[in-house]
């Protein structure tokens, strides 16, 4: 089992930065792709971005250009830096993590196999 947990959202003016965190413990080993999802009051979940083992990086096109996936291997850390941010960017970011060496098309479809509890960006116009 993988324990994910997040921390740095908060409320940032539209335009503003914020960088979100996420540290895993347990049997991180096993992890091989780290990513984040967000879900807005009303919709549904959708892909942020994510990070494999090998360091290749993938973000959703709704945020590519202003968040920055990163990872911290020796850590068990995954960062998401946000800027340029909406008041559409306003939802519940979760952090995730798998251990399956799968597509990232697999996961924006489907999921990670471990969440953490998520932590709340509200960006303000």
């Known amino acids: 089992q993988v324990q994910l947990v997040e921390s740095g959202g908060g409320t940032v003016q539209a335009g503003g930065s914020l960088s979100l965190s996420c540290v895993a413990s347990?049997?991180?080993?096993?992890?091989?792709?780290m990513g984040w999802f967000r879900q807005a009051p009303g919709k549904e979940r959708e892909f942020v971005a994510a990070v494999d083992w090998g360091g290749n990086t993938y973000h959703g096109d709704l945020v590519g250009g202003r968040f920055t996936i990163s990872r911290n291997s020796a850590k068990d850390t995954v960062y998401l830096q946000m800027s340029s941010l909406k008041p559409e960017d306003t939802a519940i970011y979760y952090c995730?993590?798998?251990?399956?060496?799968?597509?990232?098309?697999?996961?924006?479809?489907?999921?990670?196999?471990?969440w953490g509890k998520g932590t709340l960006v509200t960006v303000s116009s």
């Open positions: 347990g049997h991180t080993f096993s992890v091989y792709t």
């Open positions: 995730a993590a798998d251990a399956r060496d799968y597509p990232t098309g697999y996961y924006i479809m489907n999921g990670m196999e471990y």
